[in-house]
């Protein structure tokens, strides 16, 4: 069983930044594909970015060039550095673990809310 916490989500005025982290407790994290999707109310989870192990990525058409997947292998850790917030970012982040560049996999933290708004 694999857990997965995140953390950094909270209030920013648009324009502004977050760091989300996930740390997950496992011996393999270094396998693992590792994604981070969002969910805002009233709409269905939408993937936001994905790393492999070896540090390929993919991102979803909105979040290109404001923001950045990365990966700690010693920390066990996931991050998602998110600049020039826009009120349309407001959503659950959730990050997930074990599934593809393109899908998601069996493992889920249990999100971080991010609200932009001034």
């Known amino acids: 069983q694999v857990q997965l916490v995140e953390s950094g989500g909270g209030l920013v005025q648009p324009g502004g930044s977050l760091r989300l982290s996930c740390t997950a407790s496992?011996?393999?994290?270094?396998?693992?594909?590792f994604s981070w999707y969002r969910q805002a109310p009233g709409k269905q989870r939408e993937l936001v970015a994905a790393i492999t192990s070896g540090g390929s990525t993919n991102y979803a058409d909105f979040v290109k060039g404001r923001f950045t997947i990365s990966r700690d292998n010693a920390k066990n850790t996931v991050y998602l550095q998110s600049n020039s917030l826009k009120p349309e970012d407001t959503a659950v982040y959730y990050c997930n673990a074990g599934g593809t560049l393109w899908g998601d996999g069996p493992y889920w933290g249990q999100g971080t809310q991010v609200t932009v708004s001034s």
């Open positions: 496992t011996i393999i994290f270094s396998f693992y594909v």
